[in-house]
């Protein structure tokens, strides 16, 4: 179980909503994936399909999971603060929880995807302020990471890769320093891996580093067989965290008998 926020969770993965092609299989593949939160797009999420009519949360239990609300789409702090306060407003009386928390993504422009820190730092000063527990995609710039904190994030959510790549986690070594960075005096404090995973061996490599958690939409949705890659997603966390917490071996340049020498019988 990992703390986030307001919430104790027993699954250290988050999934989306986006790019399914039938609400029925994103169902399927939250089920699959055994997360206990799914974020939401308010400004880029359609919550009635102007086609079928049928809401989007229809297809995700309140019971079962908790909803994040992110500010996908924005590209500047105003922005970000207009459409968090809409998320929470939304979820306010809706009988879902999460409206007391928000994803802070502030993206530098559409191409890369990538976020935009000085638009992100102003951002969450102001969301903080306003009561929301901030959750913060940013870059793997461990010095970035470190002024968000102290800016009151909730959490820290370094993208691995840039959004919906697939390229798995670019550069572990920043990863390594900013867990290194930010939990030396505060070994609680969550840092999740947000965006650019495509297979379950870059979910699993992410939590062997030692993150809190993974946070991934694209590698589920886009997959052939989305809900079979929920499934291993899931696994992926799960082993991951196991292998991190039972501590590696160390690398070597030469081979160590798994045997001893000694004793051994001679021809």
Known sequence: MFKVGPYTLD?????????????????????????QVVTVAVRRERLVDKNSGRNILDFIDPKRFILL?????????????????????????????????????????????????????SALKTLVADGFCVLVYCSDDVMLCKRIKEAGATA?????????????????????????????????????????????????????????????????????????????MKLAVESGRLSYEAGRIGRKLYATASSPWEGRINA
């Open 156 to 232: 820290v959510m370094p993208a691995g890769s840039p959004i919906g790549s697939g390229q798995g986690v670019l550069n572990p070594n920043a990863i390594r320093i900013i867990l290194e960075q930010l939990k030396e005096n505060d070994p609680d404090y969550p840092i999740i891996i947000d965006a650019g995973v495509g297979a379950a061996s870059d979910v699993t490599s992410a939590m062997e580093l030692g993150v809190d958690g993974v946070l991934l939409n694209t590698a589920i949705a886009g997959a052939k067989e989305p809900v079979k890659m929920a499934q291993a």
């Open 69 to 121: 609300p992110n500010t996908a789409g924005c590209f500047n702090a105003e922005e970000v603060i207009r459409v968090a306060r809409l998320g929470r407003e939304m979820l306010r009386d809706s009988g879902y929880r999460g409206a007391d928390w928000v994803k802070l993504e502030c993206l530098g422009d559409t191409k890369t995807l990538l976020p935009e820190p000085v638009g992100t730092l």
């Open 11 to 35: 699954s250290r993965l988050i999934v989306g909503t986006g790019k399914y092609s039938s609400l029925e299989l994103m169902q399927q593949c939250h089920d699959a994936s055994g997360a």
